[in-house]
């Protein structure tokens, strides 16, 4: 038998499993060895890609259901809460603003008065994905429609290939810190971090006014790496005549594209009102999503826009959080923070919150998948924090902002995975290595920045 990647991590996650039972692990209980192996087959079976994430978080699933490690209500707690009912809305929501056109007449509108040179190109791909993170509240649709527009910009610089793969993944690259800065600018993970808090509920405006300046700072940081790094090989000259020309062919605004306009413009003051009217942003994320698709006030989502929810994005989502909340009852998260995290804790905040974000994205080099790491790292990190006293806001965010910001393999971050590929973002894993290694220094700055945001609000 040939041995694949695919093939020597489902054999290397089940050896895993098998030690971890076999083990005397001291002050784990039986059903948190258990855990425990099961988590560690599952995040090695995620970072090698045994199989399609949601299969192989099913299993997880299947597994902890059917040894009884939790009652299903702790299993499947993201159902019971508006998580990933906000996934749903955000999918939905994200289909109609691509097929309606209207993201694309933004992004051509922009490029028309903004767009001239290289050094445009990149901080226009930044702004736009900063605007459009809100109304399409998902990264991905968003960076590929994003790419299809540049893809006429490239065409009319007839810009040479290289230059070509340089602007490529600097759009899904951009979808990474960009996406931090509001709460529905990833509407898979942001609201997953918003449940690992459990000392005050996190609104739209309050994730606002905690983690978008860091990201802001993150994003420039990124962006500025991105100037240094991936400079074009001759001037750029664009054919305006040619952006027009496929401004033109999207014709008038339809009642479609103005109806969508309507209803991502109600979600937007909803969300930033959430804190006043005391509506959960995941509810109202849907409820908008459902009301596009009824008669006289929507008809702009039809019944094949649920095909554009993935059913294995949330079932791997539910094992994602699933892995926190099993670990916790099973006692998995505490001995994990007792046998691996430092005995004592630095009490200076920032050297505390450099090494927290060093030892997360250590664990993030291997595990590889954001949410899975979350699911580790930051409950087991948390028990040792909350005994010092640290409001877990700063913490949780702290290791979000590594982790989230962090990759030097393309299988690090998802955004920049589903970019790679010629039919794609055009790049390789070689533009993926240049920029991942040097991006460590805007991460560690950014916490650092973060830590001093953080003191004037008080949080810490």
Request: hydrophobic share 55%; aromatic share 10%.
């Amino acid at each position: 038998m040939t041995f694949t990647k695919q093939k020597s991590g489902f054999l290397i996650g089940i050896i895993i499993f098998v030690l971890v039972l076999l083990l005397p692990l001291d002050g784990l209980s039986r059903e948190g060895q258990i855990c425990l192996g099961l988590t560690l087959m599952t995040v090695v079976w995620w970072a090698a890609q045994v199989a399609q994430s949601g299969y192989v978080g099913g299993f997880y699933l299947v597994s902890v259901c059917l040894l009884k490690l939790a009652d299903t209500k702790v299993v499947f707690a993201g159902w019971t809460t508006s998580t990933l009912w906000l996934v749903i809305g955000a999918y939905m929501i994200a289909a109609a603003v691509k097929k309606s056109g209207l993201g694309e007449r933004i992004s051509y509108a922009y490029i028309l008065k903004f767009v001239s040179s290289w050094k445009s190109i990149i901080i226009g791909i930044f702004v736009l994905t900063f605007i459009l993170s809100l109304f399409i509240p998902h990264p991905w649709p968003r960076a590929f429609l994003i790419m299809s527009v540049m893809s006429v910009v490239i065409k009319a610089a007839n810009m040479p290939k290289e230059d070509a793969v340089k602007v490529g993944f600097t759009v899904f690259a951009a979808s990474v810190p960009v996406s931090l800065i509001f709460l529905t600018g990833d509407s898979v993970i942001n609201p997953l971090v918003v449940t690992y808090c459990t000392t005050e509920s996190i609104n739209f405006v309050r994730w606002f006014q905690i983690m978008g300046p860091p990201a802001l700072f993150l994003s420039i940081t990124t962006m500025l790496l991105i100037l240094i790094l991936f400079k074009p090989s001759k001037e750029v000259a664009v054919n305006f005549d040619e952006v027009r020309t496929a401004q033109s062919a999207l014709g008038k605004m339809t009642e479609k594209e103005k109806r969508t306009l309507i209803w991502i413009l109600i979600a937007i003051g909803l969300w930033l009102t959430n804190g006043i009217t005391g509506l959960d942003v995941g509810w109202v994320t849907l409820a908008v999503a459902m009301c596009m698709a009824l008669p006289v006030i929507g008809n702009v989502l039809t019944v094949k826009e649920w095909g554009d929810v993935p059913v294995h994005v949330l079932v791997f989502l539910t094992s994602a959080i699933a892995i926190g909340k099993v670990g916790a009852v099973t006692g998995m998260n505490e001995w994990l923070a007792a046998t691996l995290l430092p005995k004592t804790m630095p009490g200076n905040i920032l050297v505390l919150s450099l090494m927290i974000a060093a030892i997360a994205i250590l664990i993030h080099m291997f595990m590889g998948s954001v949410i899975a790491v979350m699911g580790v790292a930051i409950p087991a990190i948390l028990v040792c924090t909350n005994a010092l006293g640290i409001n877990e806001l700063a913490v949780i965010f702290v290791i979000y902002l590594a982790i989230s910001g962090h990759y030097i393999l393309p299988f690090h971050h998802l955004n920049i995975l589903v970019g790679q590929g010629e039919e794609n973002g055009m790049y390789t894993q070689k533009e993926t290595v240049k920029m991942g290694v040097p991006l460590l220094i805007p991460i560690f700055l950014t916490v650092a920045f973060a830590v001093a945001w953080f003191a004037v609000l008080g949080v810490i």
